[in-house]
């Protein structure tokens, strides 16, 4: 309960303007890494982002 | 990111030497998507013609209707239908032309006879600008299927532009079309025409184009629409959301701003306060704490003593910020009037005279000048005195250019000491021996 009344507190206009912003930026970014022919250089930089 | 949970340094130490090598490899890759972003957004600033793509005038029947007697003749054809995107950097040899559409005219470059029958024709508007272009062929094997060259061709300048192509098949005598990194056969006229017209010719007058840029942005990709968005909130949830506030103090600058020109606040007015700020950690992330400043408004302040309590009007805060303490909380500060004056100039002097020299007068010029005083310290302040003269050094009647001493609530106007000259007059003791 404490958790939901904190977030209530901290969640700010701001804050959804920033999700909002990023998911479009994820979204077209899902959206190239569908439509690329070099999908797979992608898959292995994310790979090594993640290492 | 697991090299650092780990403690992998040499891992990250490697990874990090390998980054900028990493991005340029990157640019490198994907240049051709980077620069075809690069002009989308370049292409942003049309957005409300997305859809009618400039081709609204263009009367799409001729070209079904060509495209599809030339299917039934099998005879092959390649039409590309150019979006915002430019093509000319896709496109290599052929002609130029500027020419009305019309089905004669089709018919005629793409006969086999025909020198460049195996190109395709670009119409922009409703203008063949270009016959006989070659255009980039597509890697896509799985998309192409058992397709040729010819319909390699219209699906590689899909992937690369926005531009639509309609491609007639001389082998099987089917029309297609390529759009947006797709291909499809049409079967009919009217489906294709249909299909022109929904992508490509729905004129801005139609509700369908009021409603397509909701309509685009809310239809299709569902699953990867609430990826985004559940990603972009776990995202916020561990980077920016935070239940704990915090507190910093920083020791900002006091600025006395807009004191009447003929005001004067004391030296030891303090010029520092420590502030003590209270919000959550990514509000001071976002804080540059050189910008912070305590400035009082002193436009109507009186002469004397002034106590100013600081308040968060004064600092200009960032939002979600909020001021907790502020030391000192009270500012204490003395505030003169300047006021003009006229004073007696004295000459002081000291030591004695040589005991043979007896003094006359000590005169000076002017033996008035006018000054800027406290207001309050106008009735105690009757003269000002020039720098001592010392006597012991005199031997005869001197002039002198001393400078004048101006103590702490005085000064000139001109900023520079006004020149006096004293003359001090001696003469011998009458009953010195000869």
Not at chain 2, 45 to 50: A, F, V, W
Not at chain 2, 130 to 139: N, R, Y
Not at chain 2, 295 to 300: H, P
């Amino acid at each position: 309960m404490s958790m939901l009344e904190d977030l209530h507190r901290a969640f700010r206009l701001a804050d959804a303007f920033d999700i909002v912003f990023v998911a479009m930026f994820l979204y077209a970014l899902f959206m190239w890494f569908k439509a690329t022919a070099s999908r797979q250089v992608l898959v292995g930089i994310g790979i090594l982002a993640l290492t | 990111m697991i090299a650092r949970t780990f403690d992998m340094y040499m891992t990250a130490a490697l990874f990090q030497a390998a980054l900028a090598i990493t991005a340029i490899a990157l640019i490198v890759v994907f240049q051709e998507d980077l620069r075809r972003a690069f002009s989308r957004i370049a292409l942003l600033g049309k957005l409300p013609r997305l859809g009618s793509a400039g081709q609204t005038s263009l009367d799409c029947d001729v070209l079904v209707e060509t495209a599809f007697e030339l299917a039934q003749k099998k005879v092959g054809a390649l039409i590309v239908i150019r979006g915002d995107e430019p093509l000319e950097r896709h496109i290599r040899g052929g002609s130029l032309i500027d020419a009305r559409i019309s089905k004669a005219l089709l018919d005629s470059v793409f006969d086999p006879h025909s020198m460049g029958h195996d190109g395709a024709v670009i119409i922009e508007r409703d203008r063949i600008r270009h016959f006989a272009a070659h255009l980039p062929l597509s890697k896509n094997l799985k998309e192409l299927g058992t397709r040729g060259t010819r319909h390699s061709a219209a699906l590689g300048l899909s992937e690369v532009s926005d531009a639509m192509v309609i491609v007639v098949s001389e082998e099987r005598g089917q029309v297609g079309l390529a759009w947006n990194g797709k291909i499809e056969t049409v079967a009919t006229a009217t489906e294709l025409k249909g299909r022109l017209g929904m992508e490509r010719f729905t004129g801005p007058q139609g509700p369908q184009q009021r409603i397509s840029l909701w309509h685009r942005l809310l239809r299709g990709n569902t699953g990867l629409k609430l990826a985004s968005v559940t990603l972009a909130c776990l995202a916020w949830f561990l980077i920016s959301f935070e239940a704990d506030t915090v507190q910093k103090t920083f020791v900002v600058p006091i600025e006395y701003r807009k004191l009447p020109e003929n005001m004067f606040i004391e030296d030891a007015a303090p010029t520092e306060a420590r502030i003590t700020l209270s919000g959550f950690e990514r509000a001071f992330n976002l804080l540059v704490p050189g910008t912070l400043k305590a400035s009082l408004d002193l436009s109507n302040v009186e002469e004397g003593q002034q106590q100013i309590v600081v308040e968060e009007s004064h600092i200009k805060l960032p939002q979600n910020l909020t001021l907790f303490r502020v030391l000192p909380r009270t500012l204490s500060f003395r505030v003169h009037r300047w006021v003009r004056s006229n004073v007696d100039v004295e000459a002081r002097a000291e030591g004695r005279l040589p005991e043979n020299l007896k003094l006359e007068s000590i005169s000076v010029s002017p033996s008035t000048v006018q000054i800027l005083i406290w207001e309050s310290q106008k009735a105690n302040t009757k003269r000002v005195y020039t720098e001592p003269i010392d006597l012991s050094r005199i031997t005869k009647t001197t002039d002198l250019k001393p400078k004048l001493v101006l103590p702490q609530h005085v000064r000139v106007e001109s900023g520079r000491a006004p020149e006096v000259q004293v003359k001090v007059s001696v003469v011998p003791m009458s009953d010195s021996p000869p």
